[in-house]
């Protein structure tokens, strides 16, 4: 046992949280135990340092590092609230992050290609007559924008986010929203082009066919296509703009 003992390594110490590192924690567990909600103002600087027995300087170095992960924003005129913790928000710092690493991209759509795909076979059994003729008539109003990124980047999330809804799964929804949002900062970079849209909206109409004769194999199938084609175009091409 001696042996044993003297064999462990007692060099690495033990890692201490700093003051403001704890007061954000604080407050990130009363967010997830929904003590404060969206919406919901934090009290005041010096009454909160009070409250937590810390200095104002903590305090305020917390806030700061909860806004830049966008679960607090000040408002004009003072006051730190709750923000309503949406993916635009929650999912900037990582853009950045992303936005530095070009190797991620790969990684981003190689996701995707498993989520969406997976989406797609189960929107195939699951989406409901009324979401599938939405579906047609987003493909309609696309054939009119294939000159117009900015449109046809908003027809593009209203057509997947009709999928998401459809696979009847809200988890699988919230991960499909995320990964899209991350995937149009990459696609901004990249340009585009009519045949880039038209290519996408190929892609639509294949993946829209699977999904009206309920054909989930297909619908996966055409969904991963997609997602490759998208990835290829974004490495592609010379930095301007995108869709995802």
């Known amino acids: 046992m001696k042996n044993e003992i003297s064999k462990l390594n007692f060099d690495v110490p033990i890692k201490r949280e700093s003051v403001a590192e704890m007061v954000a924690r604080r407050i990130l567990d009363m967010v997830t135990a929904k003590a404060l909600k969206p919406g919901d103002q934090l009290p005041p600087e010096r009454d909160l340092a009070e409250q937590l027995n810390v200095s104002r300087p903590s305090v305020r170095e917390a806030v700061r590092g909860l806004s830049i992960l966008g679960v607090i924003k000040s408002r004009h005129g003072?006051?730190?609230?709750?923000?309503?913790?949406?993916?635009?928000?929650?999912?900037?710092?990582?853009?950045?992050?992303?936005?530095?690493?070009?190797?991620?991209?790969?990684?981003?759509?190689?996701?995707?290609?498993?989520?969406?795909?997976?989406?797609?076979?189960?929107?195939?059994?699951?989406?409901?007559?009324?979401?599938?003729?939405?579906?047609?008539?987003?493909?309609?109003?696309?054939?009119?924008t294939v000159k117009d990124a900015n449109e046809f980047r908003l027809s593009d999330f209203k057509f997947h986010e009709t999928i998401w809804i459809g696979s009847g799964n809200s988890f699988l929804k919230r991960i499909g929203e995320s990964l899209n949002s991350l995937g149009l900062e990459f696609r901004r970079r990249a340009s585009e082009r009519p045949e880039v849209l038209e290519q996408s909206l190929r892609d639509h109409r294949m993946l829209f066919d699977a999904l009206r004769v309920r054909d989930p194999?297909?619908?996966?199938?055409?969904?991963?296509?997609?997602?490759?084609?998208?990835?290829?175009?974004?490495?592609?091409?010379p930095t301007k703009g995108g869709v995802s």
Not at 92 to 98: E, K, N, Q, T, V
């Open 217 to 237: 194999s297909a619908a996966a199938d055409a969904a991963e296509k997609h997602m490759q084609n998208v990835y290829r175009s974004t490495m592609n091409q």
């Open 78 to 144: 003072g006051g730190a609230y709750v923000t309503d913790l949406d993916g635009d928000a929650l999912l900037g710092p990582i853009r950045f992050f992303l936005s530095l690493e070009k190797m991620n991209i790969r990684e981003l759509y190689d996701a995707r290609s498993l989520i969406e795909g997976d989406v797609a076979r189960r929107a195939a059994i699951n989406m409901d007559e009324f979401q599938l003729a939405t579906l047609d008539t987003i493909l309609t109003n696309q054939e009119k």
